[in-house]
């Protein structure tokens, strides 16, 4: 659902550009409150990993694919906030290394890929998990389900932005059918990539997982055939180091393989924005990105012939620019979540006489 330059016009795309600021400089705000110091590094793996993934298209329907949007996979794995911070780091990465999605319509790409997918996401999240009982199966449903609705969310609100800045003169109620028809089906690949990534890191690191904090149940004892609350237990120590640095060195194995490997055998038809404004002639005024001369342009690297060496290379390439620049960004906001709390930085408005 990457938006290229042209789609969407010059005023609409400066508004959603004010907008994408906004919420990207509240996001930093709110992310010094869920990231830490084990979660931070955590956050520009989840960063490297969307952007692995995205490389991964699988078919869906007539000669269409879909691919990961990761809004809500990172909103449930490292906090809303942080997600959005997270996803705005790929579409930044993809834009201006591999011209994938417009760089006018970067504030139009991080409003609906990021904003948007991430708020719904965990807004539905939260209200599963709260009726849901509370176990790591329901927080694994939850996710599913989450991801699931996210992407026509994010088809409904570019049909919103079409509809008031549209380029192309084209029935709107159209436009409407065609995205969410083909998005709900992409939403289903979403949601099970979503739930399995949740359902793995909370297999081995349940207390990672942002999504799942608060949600440990009672250990219940027999008595007298009926069972009952045992009595409070001191808290479980916290895991070393070593099994945290274990999950970030599997995390990081894993995208590079990912987008090194298995994106060669991803799929080659267009997405789903790509197929609907092919059909129903949005792309008529699309144009050519700013660095579509970039030499990682369409996600191969210029003048190597090879296209599965010239894509593997890209997409470590790739992974490697998103792991460093998010974490770059989420260990300066970890510091300064750090720094705010420094007993040197309390103000004790305190009057002193002489």
Request: glycine fraction near 10%.
């Amino acid at each position: 659902m990457h938006v290229p330059d042209g789609f969407i016009n010059a005023p609409t795309s400066a508004v959603t550009g004010v907008v994408a600021a906004g919420a990207v400089a509240v996001s930093l705000r709110g992310a010094r409150r869920e990231l830490d110091e084990r979660t931070a590094p955590l956050a520009g793996l989840v960063a490297a990993f969307i952007f692995a993934v995205q490389m991964l298209n699988f078919p869906v329907a007539a000669g269409t694919s879909g691919h990961l949007l990761g809004g809500a996979l990172a909103a449930i794995l490292v906090g809303p906030y942080t997600g959005v911070l997270c996803v705005s780091v790929v579409l930044l990465m993809q834009g201006i290394l591999f011209a994938d999605g417009g760089l006018t319509a970067l504030g139009v790409n991080i409003t609906d890929m990021a904003i948007v997918t991430t708020v719904v996401a965990y807004a539905l999240f939260r209200g599963l998990v709260k009726v849901l009982p509370r176990t790591r199966r329901s927080v694994t449903v939850a996710s599913f389900v989450a991801a699931l609705v996210s992407v026509p969310a994010a088809a409904l609100a570019f049909t919103f932005l079409y509809w008031i800045g549209g380029t192309t003169d084209i029935a709107i109620g159209k436009v409407a059918t065609a995205m969410v028809g083909v998005h709900v089906l992409i939403g289903i690949g979403e949601a099970a990539i979503t739930a399995l990534t949740v359902g793995a890191v909370i297999a081995v690191r349940p207390d990672l997982v942002y999504g799942a904090r608060g949600l440990r149940q009672r250990l219940k004892l027999r008595v007298n055939g009926e069972l009952v609350d045992a009595p409070g237990a001191e808290p479980a120590p916290a895991p070393a180091a070593r099994s945290h640095r274990k999950l970030w060195i599997t995390g990081l194995v894993t995208s590079l393989v990912l987008a090194g490997f298995v994106s060669f055998y991803a799929s080659a038809n267009p997405d789903g924005l790509e197929k609907v404004a092919s059909d129903k002639g949005i792309d008529e005024k699309a144009e050519e990105q700013a660095n579509a001369d970039s030499p990682l342009a369409d996600y191969g690297v210029e003048d190597i012939a090879n296209a599965r060496v010239s894509g593997g290379l890209a997409g470590v390439i790739g992974v490697g620019v998103t792991v460093v620049s998010g974490s770059a960004v989420f260990w300066a906001v970890r510091r300064r979540r750090s720094d705010d709390a420094s007993p040197t930085n309390t103000d004790t408005n305190t009057d002193s006489t002489v």
